[in-house]
Nanobody
């Protein structure tokens, strides 16, 4: 079955960096894009970044453009979200998701807290 497992969240201070990982299984990873979503406390889940079949097909929300970098390692079935110059407003649970066969599959999420 399709599985997505996120890792790498934690507590950091403003200005620091984190790299999140999303490891996939149960489908042909190289055939599908992956999207990272963020859900801040009390807010809706929004797209943070997404990647197509290679690193050149990347999209970023305006709020993270220039600070976050999404990439994929097809040999490891993993998509990364490198988050630099983190801000308190980046505090959220981050989920990765993929869309296949008319369904959306989600990971369990990883929490990122940016606080001094």
């Amino acid at each position: 079955q399709v599985q997505l497992v996120e890792s790498g969240g934690g507590l950091v201070q403003p200005g620091e960096s984190l790299t999140l990982s999303c490891t996939a299984s149960g489908f042909t990873f190289t055939h599908y894009g992956i999207t990272w979503y963020s859900q801040a406390p009390g807010k809706e889940r929004d797209v943070a970044a997404s990647i197509g079949l290679d690193d050149e097909l990347a999209y970023y929300a305006d709020s993270v453009k220039g600070r976050f970098t999404i990439s994929r390692d097809n040999a490891k079935n993993t998509v990364y979200l490198r988050m630099d110059r983190l801000k308190p407003e980046d505090t959220a649970v981050y989920y990765c998701a993929t869309h296949l066969g008319g369904s959306t599959y989600w990971g369990q999420g990883t929490r990122v807290t940016v606080s001094s």
